[in-house]
């Protein structure tokens, strides 16, 4: 197995983001042409770490990795977790000079509207990528298959003029993943239109920021308050309603609602508390190089 470090410049790096189940895995498993093309479609998680995959066939005129990364939200790692994963690799290729050719994010044109968790996503990618990497942004639509095309091409348009306006405005374009291999070539195109550095690696190298101070950590500040204001009045709500209630079923069930929000809330308050703290400061202590590197696999063309 290869490591970060010996990835080299004339590699091309393509990072694949996006929340939780919307095809991450599926989109480089078809691009590398390896199995299990299905994966990825489920509730569940199915990348837990950051992955490096050496593809074993050029694209353009030159070898290409691909990131895999988890999203937001992940089934079963915090987000303080997953932003600390993506965090290590940016801040790692930066300090190594690898250019991060091309970044992708991956939506499913299947969801009917921005669900909390899915605008989270969106807001966390910005925070990282910062405005400059648009250019090398391509917002990539997953799960044709799944919708019929005309009430898509809608939903799509919705979403341009509504969510992605000010990406596509700074650079950032929009292409379709039908689950092939061509499809996946027609997204990638030939070489890389523009080479940036993301927001991230640039505050806590070039500026040597905290990431509590980063864009990315001031965004998910917010949304960890917010979140916790939300399940605190919650759990207000559901011990009024256990007291109120004469019937021992009903009550049950309300007095298992609120351990479990309880139990969120002090999940929350946690990530919160890890935050504050300074989770990256290792980055940039004692520990070893190599013991915070992603890990690489190697695919061959088949």
Known sequence: MADLRELSTNERIIV?????????????????????????????????????????????????????????????????????????????????????????????????????????????????????????????????????????????????????FDMIEKGSDVRHFYGTYESALEILGGDPRTVNTPLLPEEMVGKRRKLKATAAGSELAREVKSLLKQRKEASRKLQELSKQSTNEIERRVFEEELHETNEKIRKANEESAVLRRGFLDRLFG????SSLVPQVGSVSQS
Not at 61 to 89: C, H, Q
Not at 133 to 150: F, K, R
Not at 286 to 289: A, Y
């Open 16 to 164: 694949v983001m996006g929340p939780t189940g919307v095809g991450k895995t599926t989109f480089i498993n078809c691009v590398a042409q390896r199995g299990d093309h299905g994966v990825g479609h489920d509730i569940e998680s199915c990348t837990a770490d950051v992955e490096l995959i050496k593809v074993g066939h050029t694209i353009g005129s030159r070898n290409v990795v691909l990131v895999d990364t988890p999203g937001f939200d992940d089934t079963y790692r915090s987000d303080i977790d997953i932003l600390t994963m993506i965090a290590e690799f940016l801040v790692r290729a930066y300090k190594k000079g690898l250019p991060l050719d091309t970044i992708l994010y991956l939506h499913r044109i299947t969801d009917k509207r921005m669900t909390g968790s899915l605008m989270k996503n969106l807001k966390m990618f910005v925070s990282l990528c910062g405005i400059q990497s648009m250019p090398a942004v391509t917002i990539v639509t997953t799960m044709w298959n799944e919708v019929d095309q005309i009430q898509g091409q809608k939903r799509e348009q919705s979403l341009i003029d509504k969510m992605w």
């Open 286 to 289: 004692s520990k070893s190089e």
